[in-house]
């Protein structure tokens, strides 16, 4: 793929004239509109619960477009909150600002959102591999012994976390989810992301991609659950290059781990203020982002 990334600014905050934003998230900047909300990605990057100074180029046309094609992928598993992703078909004033807002915004229906992080685990890695590696567990569910770094689970397991505005979300079992939301609740989210991944997990496989773990979003409205915010995406989600994998430590990634990886090699103590990000690190991670796009869409991004 040959793309001048260096000569492409990135987005990192929108402003549109006469409109009030209702949240800026860790990445997403949220307008409300009648009964409906504008959901805009912006290239903001954020790293062990901080976001960074310095914004990837064409990251939020990535996470926008990824998750459309996903929320079209896995509809019949789950109805979702996406409207449209075209600008001219938004409220006003929001069409004027239709450069702004294409390829990296979606309209989508507002919804009560369900304070928990619905995450699904196929390989053990990150925060689950030192949880592993320290109790032999992983949510509080214990794993077979000698399991290694990277190694594929025998079935996919579900763990939630809790879902922080600010600071640090939070590992918890699926008896505090039950204990917070409801049991049927929680048992119905259970079954549905682990469908959901199931689903993706073997388009990926075919794309050559191996989807190690993913988070899903979820709320409620009067039809029942609905899938919300990002889906499958590489803030969301850990993929390795299938051709490269080999258990035993970590992996070649196309995803968000290569600036974890980044700031970790630079030992920074993951407090504020975070550190800007060199133009290398910029360049590769647009271009992880374009990749796993591509690969898993079958086109380029446009």
Known sequence: MTMNISSVPALTRTEFQGVDVLFRGKVRDIYKTDRRLILVATDRISAFD??????????????TQLSIFW?????????????SGNPDEYPGPFPKFRETLAGRSMLVKAVKPVPIECV?????????????????????????????????????????????????DENISFQRMADEIGSELAKKLRDISQALYRRASRHAEDCGIILADTKFEFGQDDSGVVLIDEAVTPDSS?????????????????????VRDYLESIHWNKQPPAPEL????????ALKYLEIFRLLTGRQLG
Do not use: C
């Open 50 to 63: 901080s976001v960074l100074p310095t914004g990837i180029p064409y990251k939020g046309q990535v996470l």
């Open 71 to 83: 929320f079209d992928f896995l509809k019949e598993i789950v109805p979702n909150h996406f409207l």
């Open 120 to 168: 699904v685990r196929g390989y053990i890695s990150g925060s689950s591999w030192k949880e592993y590696r320290e109790h032999g567990t992983t949510g509080g569910m214990p794993l077979p012994a000698g399991l290694r770094e990277s190694d594929r689970l025998s079935e996919p397991i579900f763990t939630p976390s809790t879902k922080a505005q600010t600071g640090h």
């Open 238 to 258: 850990r993929f390795w290059p299938r051709s490269q994998y080999r258990p035993g430590g970590a992996q070649p990634s196309l995803d968000k781990q290569y």
């Open 278 to 285: 060199p133009a290398e690190v910029v360049e590769q991670t």
